[in-house]
């Protein structure tokens, strides 16, 4: 009775060691394949008339008869080296720009384009010159406003970017519209891949650029103004086409 008893252990005991081996001999089922990536954003968004000569491109407002647009976004990086006044969310160059605009580079050139602004047929990419030599181009006025204190603030965008380190008076400061390049073989405007829209270290990626470059070989002396507001601030940049000079 005992051996019999002992016998029925054993085998239990074997069953359960078998079971055990095949369970963990058995491949795990296939894991869930990972959920396709997000398309990326289209580079242009809804493009609508507004009546008198002002359109809607994406979130853009373009006032063609006044030669300017308006773009939202926020006040990025400050206290931190910066290289780029502007970029688009997510862009490459996200972490040293000192404005977040809510715009792809494709909507930010074609506003540049209904205002009047055009490549210039001298102009030389900014990494075929001297990045000291003043770039070629169509001279625009970047301001960056913002709400405080129930009042409007409006500030040029020299003045928003430059603190007392950067050795740089923001009057003298100029902006030119370059118009940034599209990519041989994919055929996609590279300011849409990139998200640089506009850039004060020659970048022939920019859509608009300082003409002469501003902090070379002096990286980090540009961080940003005091009197912007805190990041995460909403901001507009406001971009007006500057007439030539009779």
Known sequence: MKRRQGLLA??????????????????APPASPPPPPSPPKPPLGEIKQLGSDRYQIGRIVVDKRAGSFTVPGRVHVTGKPLEYLATSPGGAKEYETLLELDTTGSEFNLACILIGLER???????????????????????????????KQRR????????????????????WVYT????????????????????????????????????????????????????????????????????
Do not use: M
């Open 120 to 150: 210039d047929a001298k102009q030389v990419s900014a990494r075929d010159q001297s990045p000291h030599a003043p770039l070629v181009g169509q001279r625009v006025a970047i301001f960056v406003a913002w709400a405080e204190g129930g």
């Open 179 to 246: 118009g940034s390049y599209t990519a041989q073989g994919t055929g996609r405007f590279a300011a849409d891949d990139t998200g640089t829209l506009v850039g004060f270290i020659p970048d022939e990626n920019c859509v608009i650029q300082s003409a002469v470059g501003i902090g070379i070989g002096a990286y980090g002396s540009v961080r940003g103004h005091a009197t912007l507001p805190p990041v995460g601030s909403a901001i507009e940049l406001v971009v007006e086409a500057v007439k030539a000079a009779r």
């Open 10 to 27: 054993a085998l239990a005991l074997s069953a359960a060691a078998c079971g055990g081996l095949a369970r963990a001999q058995t491949p």
């Open 155 to 174: 500030v040029s965008a020299a003045q928003a970017l430059l603190n007392a380190d950067a050795g740089v008076k923001a009057e003298s400061v100029e």
